[in-house]
């Protein structure tokens, strides 16, 4: 950059031009724009889909801890229930690649890369058409064996499951493709739709005029529709209060003490509304449908396995269960008794009196003490000769 001076041209050699420019000095010392070193960076607004549920100040680390170990073992536990249905267990690597959603590894992503990491796991070989193939090793298979043994024996404890998800639902009927969907969450065998042909007594099939199929309750059972709070409210009722909290809104012209105002809303603490009622019938913002929601999801992560499950199990049975788009929220102001984790669009939430104080379940089902020992297993790079 310069500045230039008007001046005359009076002894201008060109008779043709009445005036000139002359440029006088340099500027281009001068900075005329902030180097983007120096420039401050916009901090991107955070979405619902990076933003943490917990402050980091508020973050249960043992909690946080299990779904760090989810995403690690991610590709290797649906990697095996995929690969578990597939004709002789194999599936060739050119199809694999291609399956990043079934498999649960990242789009655009080597699937080979993913396979190398469980050697003892997975094993490939190159079939007569120069095509490579993967599978289960050796060791893997006698897992796979020891898990259906489980499975079996634990049937009639799974059947009961269902039985009380049925008992909870609003018209005591699902639709089959929901549990199937929800299988691993509750400890259900996959062929499990052909199971419950087998207790006639409790279940009935039904298909659809668009070919869907809907499980039915056939007999209620009065035995079974006892929550796991109210179990625990017979044994230890100072603790069962505790579990939740409904504060009343009241005015100020009462003028309470601290000590009245805890009174007050204990009357409102412990969910009265028994999960196997009929919650689609009530007031949907009334304080006993929302003591309704909160015992309903309460008693359907005490079902589950891990006593755990994400906003996508929970969001399957919204319907059935009578739950609102603010489920969400009403878990946040339930601390005592829920832990959120992960993010805003992709949480997990905890029921908290299931784990110990060092992040660790209290009673472990024996698929969980199995699928723990599987993926101890499969992190190993050799097998260790005791």
């Given at each position: 950059?310069?500045?230039?001076?008007?001046?005359?041209?009076?002894?201008?050699?060109?008779?043709?031009?009445?005036?000139?420019?002359?440029?006088?000095?340099?500027?281009?010392?001068?900075?005329?724009?902030?180097?983007k070193?120096?420039?401050?960076?916009?901090k991107?607004?955070?979405?619902?889909?990076?933003k943490?549920?917990?402050?980091?100040?508020?973050?249960?680390?043992?909690?946080?801890?299990?779904?760090?170990?989810?995403?690690?073992?991610?590709?290797?536990?649906?990697?095996?229930?995929?690969?578990?249905?597939?004709?002789?267990?194999?599936?060739?690597?050119?199809?694999?690649?291609?399956?990043?959603?079934?498999?649960?590894?990242p789009?655009?992503?080597?699937?080979?890369?993913y396979?190398?990491?469980?050697?003892?796991?997975?094993?490939?070989?190159?079939?007569?058409?120069?095509?490579?193939?993967f599978?289960?090793?050796?060791?893997?298979?006698?897992?796979?064996?020891?898990?259906?043994?489980?499975?079996?024996?634990?049937?009639k404890?799974?059947?009961?499951?269902?039985?009380?998800?049925?008992?909870?639902?609003?018209?005591?009927?699902?639709?089959?493709?929901?549990?199937?969907?929800?299988?691993?969450?509750?400890?259900?065998?996959?062929?499990?739709?052909?199971?419950?042909?087998?207790?006639?007594?409790f279940f009935?099939?039904v298909?659809?005029?668009?070919g869907?199929?809907?499980?039915?309750?056939?007999?209620?059972?009065?035995?079974?529709?006892?929550?796991?709070?109210?179990?625990?409210?017979m044994?230890?009722?100072?603790?069962?209060?505790?579990?939740?909290?409904?504060?009343v809104?009241?005015?100020?012209?009462?003028?309470?003490?601290?000590?009245?105002?805890?009174?007050?809303?204990?009357?409102n603490?412990?969910?009265?509304?028994?999960?196997?009622?009929?919650?689609?019938?009530?007031?949907?913002?009334?304080l006993?449908?929302?003591?309704?929601?909160?015992?309903?999801i309460?008693?359907?992560?005490?079902?589950?396995?891990?006593?755990?499950?994400?906003?996508?199990?929970?969001?399957?049975?919204?319907?059935?269960?009578?739950?609102?788009k603010?489920?969400?929220?009403?878990?946040?102001?339930?601390?005592?008794?829920?832990?959120?984790?992960?993010?805003?669009?992709?949480?997990?939430?905890?029921?908290?009196?299931?784990?110990?104080?060092?992040?660790?379940?209290?009673?472990?089902?024996?698929?969980?003490?199995?699928?723990?020992?599987?993926?101890?297993?499969?992190?190993k790079?050799?097998?260790?000769?005791?």
């Amino acid at each position: 950059m310069a500045f230039w001076r008007l001046v005359s041209t009076k002894n201008n050699p060109n008779p043709n031009s009445t005036l000139c420019f002359i440029r006088t000095f340099s500027t281009s010392f001068l900075i005329t724009k902030t180097p983007k070193s120096q420039t401050k960076k916009r901090k991107k607004k955070e979405s619902a889909r990076t933003k943490q549920v917990q402050h980091e100040s508020e973050r249960i680390q043992h909690f946080e801890n299990i779904l760090h170990c989810d995403n690690r073992f991610r590709f290797f536990l649906k990697t095996k229930d995929f690969l578990s249905k597939q004709p002789q267990q194999v599936l060739r690597l050119d199809d694999a690649g291609k399956l990043y959603r079934e498999l649960g590894f990242p789009r655009g992503r080597k699937v080979l890369k993913y396979i190398q990491r469980h050697p003892l796991v997975f094993q490939t070989y190159r079939h007569s058409n120069d095509k490579i193939w993967f599978g289960f090793t050796d060791f893997m298979e006698r897992f796979l064996e020891e898990e259906e043994r489980i499975m079996d024996e634990m049937e009639k404890e799974r059947i009961d499951v269902v039985r009380k998800l049925l008992m909870m639902s609003a018209n005591k009927r699902i639709p089959l493709s929901k549990i199937y969907h929800c299988r691993s969450l509750f400890g259900i065998p996959e062929d499990f739709r052909d199971r419950v042909r087998n207790y006639p007594e409790f279940f009935n099939t039904v298909v659809e005029e668009d070919g869907k199929r809907i499980l039915e309750l056939v007999k209620w059972d009065q035995k079974l529709a006892v929550s796991a709070l109210e179990r625990e409210f017979m044994v230890d009722e100072d603790r069962a209060k505790k579990a939740f909290q409904f504060k009343v809104k009241h005015g100020k012209f009462l003028d309470l003490g601290e000590q009245d105002e805890r009174k007050l809303n204990l009357l409102n603490t412990l969910p009265l509304v028994s999960p196997y009622s009929d919650g689609s019938r009530l007031d949907l913002w009334t304080l006993e449908a929302e003591k309704y929601r909160v015992g309903v999801i309460h008693e359907f992560l005490s079902l589950t396995l891990e006593k755990r499950a994400s906003i996508h199990h929970i969001v399957e049975f919204k319907e059935e269960l009578s739950l609102t788009k603010h489920t969400y929220a009403m878990l946040l102001k339930q601390q005592r008794s829920f832990y959120l984790a992960g993010t805003e669009m992709n949480w997990v939430v905890f029921l908290k009196d299931a784990y110990g104080e060092d992040g660790v379940l209290i009673h472990k089902d024996p698929l969980v003490v199995f699928n723990e020992k599987l993926c101890e297993f499969a992190d190993k790079q050799k097998l260790e000769i005791e």
